[in-house]
């Protein structure tokens, strides 16, 4: 006697649905990283994710052990980092990050694991890069302000002071290293010097920084 072929008819991932959780897991992971100062002196995406593409890597190997992970990424984090230290507000992001992260991929067809994964991993970097040039613009238009108040508003004034290196107040770039090493006039590489004595912090030194 043969049996009945059954059929069973696979539901198509709720696409919508996951995109909402993708982007609250890296909104969890992008705050995690505010506490991981790396020690690459450099623009590579791995200086820029952390560990928390060490995690990922991890994920897309099949772990699924909550501890385990966050054990390797503490780990991770101490190793690579300029401090060992992790707030107690940056572990519990990465805590609920990873928690959301392996009950998204628990759910989610064989067949999808992946592209959440590398959706994840491209929502965290756009994160930190976008925080990143928010900082650099919000430096470039303090220096600004700074020049404008050093000049009196006075455009003319500006332009001749920097002589080769004249542009309009707007126009001015970040006052980064390369900036004041590549400066044609003494004056621009004075204020340069001057602004960040006034804020008294030190430019950004990195290869992202804004040529």
Not at 76 to 86: A, D, N
Not at 131 to 150: D, G, K, N, P, T
């Amino acid at each position: 006697m043969k049996r009945p072929l059954i059929i069973v008819q696979q539901q198509p991932y709720d696409w919508e649905t996951a995109k909402q959780q993708i982007t609250e897991i890296a909104g969890h992971f992008a705050t995690y990283l505010d506490d991981f100062r790396s020690k690459r002196r450099t623009g590579s995406k791995h200086a820029v994710m952390g560990p928390v593409s060490k995690l990922l890597n991890k994920a897309i190997g099949g772990e699924r052990n909550l501890e385990s992970l966050l054990g390797y990424t503490v780990r991770v984090h101490e190793m690579g980092s300029k401090s060992s230290y992790l707030s107690p507000m940056g572990m519990e992001h990465l805590r609920a990050g990873t928690e959301d992260l392996l009950a998204l991929l628990n759910e989610a067809p064989l067949s999808a694991r992946d592209r959440i994964i590398a959706q994840v991993d491209d929502g965290v970097y756009y994160l930190r890069r976008k925080q990143w040039h928010e900082l650099m613009e919000s430096r470039r238009q303090q220096f600004v302000a700074f020049l404008r108040e050093q000049y009196n508003d006075d455009a003319e004034k500006f332009m001749v002071a920097w002589g080769d290196d004249a542009v309009p107040f707007d126009k001015v770039r970040y006052p980064g290293p390369s900036q004041q090493k590549n400066a044609k006039s003494q004056t621009k590489s004075d204020d340069i010097q001057a602004f960040w004595k006034e804020l008294k912090e030190k430019p950004i030194t990195e290869e992202e920084e804004i040529e």
